[in-house]
């Protein structure tokens, strides 16, 4: 029996081509390693399933605790309620965690990017909760819940104490929403005057940050944030150190935890063997030290920071012309 039962998600779009050329990696890396391979998205149904997220998947992932998953394609404004929430809601994975930082051999405005994004993932405005109250007029709540906040909170500090980052800014607009952003922020405040006094601690209204984020990124850490505020801020500061291909995450629960990149299904180069695999690589480089396989991790680290500092075999979104199997292959021609 493999010594790790990981479930796997293709998902959409470029999805399948990124999880194929990160699960060729990592089992070129050594992993001991079975694969359960279940869909979800518009895969889901077109394979006869009645929802985006079929129980199979949501089961398998509750039994194994851990997988590795592509992007899907959530239509807008119309059809099944997304996928990535509906995950993230089910198995309670309430905190969602994306480094950003500067990669050798990647160019771009800014040096010395090294931050990390904690974003609630579980309510806000994306609990989903939408009225039409009389024909012409809708609305959406926005949920915050003391408990939300304060296991975010608590979840942010303690990262930032185990990965000795220095400090915690929470992006916030409290100054409108007074009651759910006030939450937000009454609770962080508590958990740092409470439980970590000596880690660092600021705030500052989002349209203030994001001002303050493109001027100069250098100077952030840990930056926690409320659902939406971090979905957004996330693709921005992908923007900051080479863009969507070079960015992982991971969605963490107290019972299961589901890693993956931080783009989305790029229908406008699905199926064309373009797609940058590193942000799913790096995803599953966070999935190996999660589940302690430290020493794997270290070695795809090692070979894809040098495969990027030689600068021969990039992808296209990096400046190259390879294709995502091309970088795959230069990735475990380099592992040491
Ligand atoms: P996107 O992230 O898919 O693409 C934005 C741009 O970045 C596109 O030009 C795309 O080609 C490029 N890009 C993204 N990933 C890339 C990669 N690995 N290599 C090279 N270029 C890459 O965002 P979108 O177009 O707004 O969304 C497409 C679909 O993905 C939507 O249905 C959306 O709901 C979904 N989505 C899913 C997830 C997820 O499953 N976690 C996250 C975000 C968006």
Redesign the pocket.
């Known amino acids: 029996m493999a010594k790790h039962t990981i479930v796997l998600i293709p998902?959409?779009?470029?999805?399948p081509e990124?999880t194929a050329a990160a699960k060729r990696v990592i089992e070129a890396a050594g992993l001991d390693v079975e694969w359960l391979e279940l869909p979800a998205?518009a895969t889901a149904i077109d394979q006869g399933f009645d929802n985006v997220l079929p129980e199979q998947t949501i089961a398998a992932i509750r039994a194994h605790k851990i997988a590795l998953?592509?992007?899907?394609?959530?239509?807008?404004g119309k059809g099944f309620r997304?996928?990535?929430v509906q995950l993230r809601q089910k198995l309670n994975l309430y905190a969602a965690i994306r480094p950003v930082r500067n990669l050798p051999g990647v160019k771009t405005r800014f040096e010395g990017v090294d931050m990390v994004i904690v974003r609630e993932n579980t309510e806000g405005l994306y609990s989903g909760i939408e009225n039409e109250i009389v024909p012409g007029v809708v609305t959406s709540l926005k949920v915050a819940s003391e408990v939300a906040c304060m296991r975010i909170a608590r979840y942010a500090f303690r990262y930032a104490v185990r990965r000795q980052r220095r400090r915690i800014t929470v992006f916030h607009k409290a100054n409108i929403m007074k009651l759910s952003d006030g939450l937000f922020l009454k609770c962080s405040r508590l958990v740092h005057d409470q439980e970590f006094p000596h880690v660092e601690y600021d705030e500052v209204i989002i349209d203030a940050g994001c001002m303050k984020l493109v001027q100069d990124p250098s100077k952030m850490d840990v930056l926690l944030m409320e659902n939406l505020y971090g979905d957004l801020v996330s693709?921005l500061c992908a923007g900051l150190v080479g863009?969507?291909?070079v960015v992982p995450g991971s969605n963490i629960g107290d019972d299961a935890a589901v890693f993956?990149?931080?783009?989305?299904?790029?229908?406008?180069?699905a199926g064309k063997g373009?797609?940058?695999?590193?942000?799913?690589i790096m995803s599953g480089v966070m999935m190996l030290n999660h589940i302690g396989e430290e020493a794997i991790a270290g070695r795809i680290k090692t070979a894809y920071n040098n495969v990027l500092a030689e600068g021969k075999t990039l992808?296209?979104?990096l400046g190259g012309s390879a294709g995502t199997n091309d970088f795959a292959d230069a990735i475990i021609s380099r592992l040491p």
Do not use: F
């Not at 993956?260 to 180069?269: L, R």
């Open positions: 998902g959409d779009g470029i999805g990124v998205g998953k592509g992007p899907v394609t959530t239509p807008v997304s996928v990535n693709d863009g969507l291909g993956e990149a931080v783009h989305g299904s790029a229908p406008d180069i373009v797609a940058n695999p590193l942000a799913l992808t296209r979104d």
